[in-house]
Structures are given as structure tokens and as C-alpha cells.
């Protein structure tokens, strides 16, 4: 068998057998245009002019492989009566234990995994770094509660409607509820998994071992998740080599050969913390983790597969959690005697939307088709998954969800001491955008039910129709860390996978005005998106000043003690990595790559310059100025000018490139280096991901240094990157 033989060892790929079913889809369309279906395509305004077409490209899938439908979730009745959940450090390791380990983790061949096929790259020892600190993270089947609250079961139209019990049995309209457990892939069992606190300079090792096949609980799988319970992590945005990036170009090649590590199977993902070409203006601040299993990555992400990991700055204390030194941001470090570190006043919110199953909704996807989930015995209703998590793989506009929570709990409350704190915002989500504000409210949250709204106006379920913005937000980080000089913000975006730091003082409210004890604050949404395409409302496109969705709730507590300082506009914080004065003079030798929905099966797969993703393969850019079509291959050390281009349809693309950050120099054919687009304020900071609003052109210069091997770049609507909107690249010696 060759090396690229065994990735295809469980048949063809999902992806295969959708492009085959979308030739047969065309087809169908003739024919359901003048039979049957016209009806339906007219009705639905599917019919182009030629009759069939223009419904294979939009729609057809409703009428042949699945339904464009999605669940109501039930009324939380009481938000904000949860605590926020806050996250504390995971302990290491003991030295003593992993030393007995049968397999304990060390340099050398056949270390880096259980299959005994692979190395590390680079070991600590030779960039002069002390052998990792290590944890231990099993994968586990579990249950999570959203929230504590009864529940109340809604239509699509708000009303009450009935309800099932764990048996699939009918419960009366206008009982209200309890939701059940909704089961999770969770690293350690958790959503979101562990907090690991690290520092630049001290390595880490993190071994996960797949134990996807205990379901000591007893839990209903559902039908979402890798079907073969295989897993892939990848740490979002470390300097990382190949091998412990996580991602599907290299385990297709390398290490498991497959989609991922099965169960049974474990890997030592080695995280050097250590920047990019040792250089201190290209370290970061939060990262995160989380799965990367070809075709699933959505789904396992969804399921739970996600964990958090800020990274400090130890450097003449800089940035090491301490607010009596260095840039002297809120943080207070505790060191504990297990080897860990906490640091209070300093939060990750991780924020994610999810859809809870109504019993009613016709489970109808065209991967039933495939044999993923037998189980399901889908197409049917699930009454007996009542209140879990719904998600549906191969959505035609996209999957988002009805109910935000933060920190994997819906609408909590938080009770904050006046004084600074640092908030570090992470969207976890498979397709939602946020932009959020800080309002106060007179009346208070009110349900989008009693406030006659109905649909799609039901999403994020509360609204304060009064909200005014009462604080602004200090931004100080955005993806690639520290930012060169602290924006000043009323609101700011927050796009899939992007993670925003701010500082909020809760001291004062934005005219000066002192706060109390007991006053309340909302973090607020008001980007309305309801479905995965794009928003229809936010800020910088036709605002709606009725959508104000309270997230999270913060009340004014005592005053504590505060040592941090809020930095001015003008107060450096980071520098930026050097720009080449002569930059424009790559333009004509840039990569470029268009990413586009596909034109045959429309939502079947989402395409990279026409083409799908295959793991084992180099991306070719298109033609650039100079002719040359060259593919995707840098030498190790290089720097190079890359295009992202938008091809439209009017969808948005978060663009996430793996590996190094970059920096954007073109926006629309403008130059930015010296001075960001309007809409887009953090293209004069480093970023990993290209935030693309439909049509854009976003040029990018980035390194490639340190690690050679293959890497990946995607749309990180998961979606998207689920349905081939990935193209593999590689770093060469």
C-alpha cells in the first residue's frame, strides 16, 4: 500500500461521493423542473431561466437530499441566574508520573506518537529551551448543560408546543421543562475543555489520547461527530511544527496516515512557545485548541472539541500576568505549587451558538445517505433528543445557532469588582459573527417572544430594545497578540476562530459617571446573522436599533485593589515585525487564491481557485502578474506576498492561514500598511485569519520560518472548510 493509499482505506471520501451526487443532481433538476418539483422550485423561487440550473446551484438539495430546516430551540426562562463560567489553569503533569509512562515523551524516532512513526521536528534542547512541562488530555464522551434554568417549548412562531420525554414520549404544550444533558466530545469531558496558562520560553507537551470509544454514561451519540470517533487537534495560531499542528495535509502523509487519531490512539502535540524566527515582536497572546478532523472539523468542534490557552510574556515582565510590571495590563498572578499559574482579572470568554432539537424537525442531510450515522436511521424525527444539541452538516446557507452562551453556558451573569479587568474574546462558533457593545438597560432583558417577535427574530432569545452603550471597550490584542498602539472601541467584530483582548474599567461609565454597587452592565450583541451567509444588520451595514441581544450579564460589585494601568491610544505596546521598504515590488510574484462556492451542486463543495481539497496535495495559485502559476511551496525562511480574493455569492470568509501570522498590506486594492481600512481597524495588527466581506481582495505578507512540511489554509466558516474550502501548502528546505 503507498503512503497515500490508507487515507482512502474507509472508502471514498465524504466530499467524492458528494461531487458525484451533485452530477446526479443536475440531472434530477431537469427533470423535477417539468415534473414534480416545479411546483416546489417556483413556489420557492428556484426556477432560473433555464429551468433547472439555477436550482441545482441554490436550493435543489431541499428537495433531494436534505431539508432546509431547522429546530426552535425552547425559551430559556430564566438568563442570566447562571454563573460565568471561569476557567482555571490546568495542573501538569508531575514530573514522577510521566517518567513511568510505557511511552513517556522524549526527542527521538517514533516519539511523537502511539503508532511509533514519527518525531518531533525541532526538541526543545536545540533552540536552548528546558524540557517541556507536560499534560495529559483524554477525549471523552460526556454530558454538558447549558444552563440550570426551566425551559419553556417554542415553534418557529414563538408560541408554546409540545415537548418529548427521554422515550420519545409526548409531553402537553405549555409544560415547561428541564433540558437534558446534550452529549459532548470534550477534551477531559468538559466544553469548553481545559485552560492551559503558558509562557513563552517554557515548552509544552500535550499528549491526547483518544478514548472516544468508552461511553461509560451510556450517552446517545446523535448523528453528528466524526463517525469512526477519530480526532485531529490543532493549537490556533502556534508557531508549531507539522507534526503537532494538527492538521489533515500532514496526517494524511504522516504520523496516522488518515483523517486523524482513532480511538485507542494518542499523539504528543509539542507547542515550543517560541515565536516566530526567535524574533520578540512576532509572540502572541491567546491561542486556542481545538479538532481539525478532515470533514468533520465542524462537527467535532460543535461537539465540544474545544479548549483554551493564553500565552504570556515572562520578558522583563512584559506581559506575565502581573500588573505591577512591565505594560502593566490588568492581571494578578498567582503560582501554584502544582506547577501551574493563575492569573485573576484576566478572562477568556469563549463564545458559541448552538440549536437545541425540538423533536419535530426532520433529520434529512445528504450524509445519511453515506452510512456515516446507522444508527440515526435518518431521514426522521428524533423526539427522544428533545432539548440536545441539534446541528446539521450540510447546510445550504449555512449552520448557526439560536441560543449564545459563553464559556459553554447560556446567558450567564457575572458579578465584577469595580476595577479593570482583561477580557480575552474567542468566537468558537461553526459560522456566527458577533459585533459586541456594552449598554446598560432601564427594563431590562425582555424575551424576543413577549416582544411579538417571531422566526428567524427569535435567534439569541432576549433583546433590551432600550440599550444604550454606556462603557467602551480598550482593544489591546487581536489574533497574532499585543497590538502595536490600544484601539479605543464603541463596538468591535468578532469573526469565527478571531480572538479580540480588550480592557473594560468598571469604575466609570464612558461620560465619567462613577459606577455603584449593583449596577448592571450587558455585553451585547448586535450583529444579526441569521443564517451562516452573512449578517443582514450590523454597525457597518444597516444597522437594526431593535436587535440588542444580551450575552452576558455584569454586576457591579465591591471595589478591589488595582495596580493595572489602562494604556492610551498613544502608549506603545507591541511593535510590529519590519515591513520591507520594497514590498510592492513582490506584488507581481504573489501567490493568489480565490476562494468560491462551487458551480455545480452549488452547496456541495465550497472551492479554493476551483478546486477541492485534497489532503495529499499542494495548492496551484492562479496566474499572477508575471504569468506564472506557482505552486503553493515556500523555502523554509522565505517571505512572501499571498492573495486572498472573495469570489462572491454574497457569503463572508473568515480565512484562517495556519503556521505564522501575517500582516495585511492590501485591502480593495488600497495600500494599508501605514493606515487600516475603516472596517476592518485590526489590519494594522498581526492576524491569522483574513476577515473577507463579500468581493474583497485582502493581500498578506507572511514568513514561513523555523519547521518545514505540509501545513493547511481554510475558510474557518467550518462549513465551509468541511465541504473542501482548504488547500494544503508546504514549507520546503
Known amino acids: ?144 448543560s447549558f444552563t440550570t434554568s426551566q425551559v419553556l417549548p417554542i415553534d418557529h412562531n414563538g408560541r408554546p408546543t409540545v415537548s418529548f420525554d427521554a ?43 483518544n ?24 493549537l490556533h495560531n502556534g508557531h508549531t511544527a507539522p507534526e503537532s499542528d494538527g492538521n489533515p495535509h500532514y496526517s494524511a502523509l504522516y504520523g496516522p496516515k488518515s483523517f486523524g487519531y482513532k480511538p485507542g490512539q494518542s499523539v504528543d502535540n509539542l507547542y515550543l512557545n517560541w515565536p516566530a524566527g526567535g524574533d520578540d515582536s512576532e509572540k502572541q ?3 486556542w485548541f481545538h479538532d481539525h478532523r478532515m470533514d468533520h472539523t465542524g462537527a467535532n468542534v460543535y461537539k465540544g472539541m474545544v479548549g483554551l490557552y493564553p500565552i504570556y510574556d515572562p520578558k522583563n515582565g512584559m506581559d506575565m500576568g502581573d500588573e505591577r510590571q512591565g505594560l ?29 432539537d425540538d423533536g419535530v424537525t426532520v433529520h434529512k442531510d445528504i450524509h445519511d445517505g453515506m452510512g456515516e450515522y446507522p444508527a440515526a436511521k435518518n431521514p426522521k424525527t428524533h423526539p427522544e433528543w428533545w432539548g440536545k444539541t441539534f446541528f446539521k452538516h450540510f447546510p445550504n446557507h449555512g449552520f448557526v445557532g439560536d441560543i449564545f ?154 471595589t478591589a485593589p488595582d495596580d493595572s494601568v489602562l494604556p492610551s491610544p498613544t502608549t506603545p505596546l507591541r511593535p510590529l515585525p519590519p515591513l520591507p521598504s520594497n514590498w510592492q515590488s513582490m506584488m507581481n510574484n504573489r501567490l493568489i487564491f480565490e476562494v468560491k462556492r462551487g458551480s455545480v451542486g452549488g452547496e456541495v463543495e465550497w472551492l479554493i481557485n476551483g478546486v477541492e481539497f485534497h489532503p495529499t496535495t499542494v495548492a496551484t495559485s492562479l496566474k499572477n502578474p508575471s504569468g506564472r502559476s506557482p505552486l503553493a511551496q515556500q523555502k523554509k525562511g522565505s517571505f512572501n506576498l499571498w492573495e486572498l480574493k472573495n469570489g462572491g455569492g454574497g457569503w463572508v470568509h473568515p480565512f484562517h492561514l495556519h503556521m505564522e501570522e501575517h500582516r495585511t498590506v492590501m485591502r480593495n486594492g488600497r495600500d494599508v500598511s501605514r493606515g487600516a481600512d475603516r472596517g476592518h481597524p485590526d489590519d494594522m495588527s498581526r492576524e491569522d485569519l483574513v476577515a473577507l466581506d463579500p468581493g474583497e481582495s485582502v493581500v498578506v505578507y507572511r514568513g514561513f520560518r523555523d519547521f518545514v512540511g505540509p501545513y493547511v489554509a481554510h475558510c474557518h466558516n467550518l462549513a465551509h472548510e468541511d465541504h473542501a474550502m482548504m488547500f494544503g501548502w508546504e514549507i520546503t528546505p
Open 1 to 144: 500500500m503507498s503512503e497515500h493509499e490508507n487515507i482512502q482505506e474507509a472508502g471514498p471520501t465524504r466530499r467524492t461521493l458528494l461531487r458525484v451526487g451533485a452530477v446526479s443532481a443536475t440531472g434530477v433538476a431537469l427533470s423535477a423542473a417539468g415534473g414534480i418539483g416545479g411546483p416546489y422550485l417556483a413556489r420557492n423561487g428556484l426556477l432560473s431561466p433555464d429551468g433547472a440550473f439555477g436550482a441545482a446551484s441554490m436550493g435543489l438539495g431541499d428537495l433531494l437530499f436534505y431539508i432546509e430546516e431547522y429546530p426552535t430551540s425552547p425559551l430559556i426562562l430564566t438568563p442570566f441566574k447562571d454563573q460565568l463560567n471561569v476557567p482555571t489553569a490546568l495542573a501538569p503533569c508531575p514530573t514522577s508520573d510521566f517518567l513511568t509512562w510505557t511511552d513517556p515523551p522524549g526527542p527521538g524516532d517514533g516519539r511523537q506518537n502511539s503508532l511509533h512513526n514519527d518525531r518531533h521536528q525541532i526538541w526543545t534542547s536545540e533552540i536552548g529551551y528546558p524540557d517541556p512541562i507536560v499534560y495529559e488530555l483524554d477525549l471523552l464522551v460526556r454530558g454538558h
Open 167 to 209: 422515550s420519545g414520549r409526548q409531553v402537553a404544550a405549555g409544560t415547561k421543562r428541564t433540558l437534558p444533558l446534550s452529549t459532548i466530545y470534550g477534551f477531559n469531558g468538559t466544553f469548553p475543555g481545559p485552560m492551559i496558562n503558558a509562557e513563552y520560553g517554557r515548552p509544552v507537551l500535550i499528549r491526547f489520547i
Open 211 to 234: 478514548r472516544l470509544d468508552e461511553n461509560p454514561l451510556g450517552l446517545d451519540r446523535q448523528d453528528f461527530g466524526a463517525p469512526d470517533w477519530s480526532f485531529l487537534t490543532h
Open 285 to 287: 497572546s491567546f491561542f
Open 328 to 356: 502593566r495590563l490588568p492581571g494578578v498572578r498567582t503560582n501554584r505549587s502544582d506547577g501551574a499559574f493563575d492569573v485573576a482579572y484576566d478572562i477568556p470568554l469563549a463564545f458559541y451558538d448552538t440549536r437545541l
Open 405 to 558: 452562551t459563553v464559556n459553554g453556558t447560556a446567558y450567564p451573569v457575572m458579578e465584577v469588582k469595580r476595577r479593570k479587568y482583561r477580557f480575552r474574546f474567542l468566537d468558537a462558533s461553526v459560522a456566527r459573527i458577533y459585533e459586541f457593545k456594552l449598554m446598560s438597560s432601564t427594563k431590562g432583558p425582555r424575551s424576543a417572544v413577549s416582544l411579538g417577535y417571531g422566526g428567524d427574530e427569535l435567534d439569541g432569545q432576549y433583546r433590551i430594545e432600550d440599550g444604550q452603550q454606556c462603557m467602551r471597550f480598550t482593544q489591546i490584542a487581536s489574533d497574532g497578540g499585543l497590538l502595536p498602539f490600544p484601539i479605543t472601541r464603541d463596538s468591535f467584530e468578532l469573526w469565527p476562530a478571531k480572538r479580540r483582548e480588550v480592557i473594560i474599567d468598571f469604575t466609570k461609565y464612558q461620560d465619567g459617571t462613577p459606577t455603584t454597587k449593583g449596577d448592571v452592565v450587558y455585553l451585547t450583541n448586535v450583529m444579526k446573522m441569521p443564517d451562516g451567509r452573512m449578517w443582514d444588520n450590523s454597525s457597518r451595514f444597516s444597522p437594526d436599533p431593535r436587535y440588542k441581544v444580551p450575552v452576558l450579564k455584569f454586576v457591579i460589585g465591591d
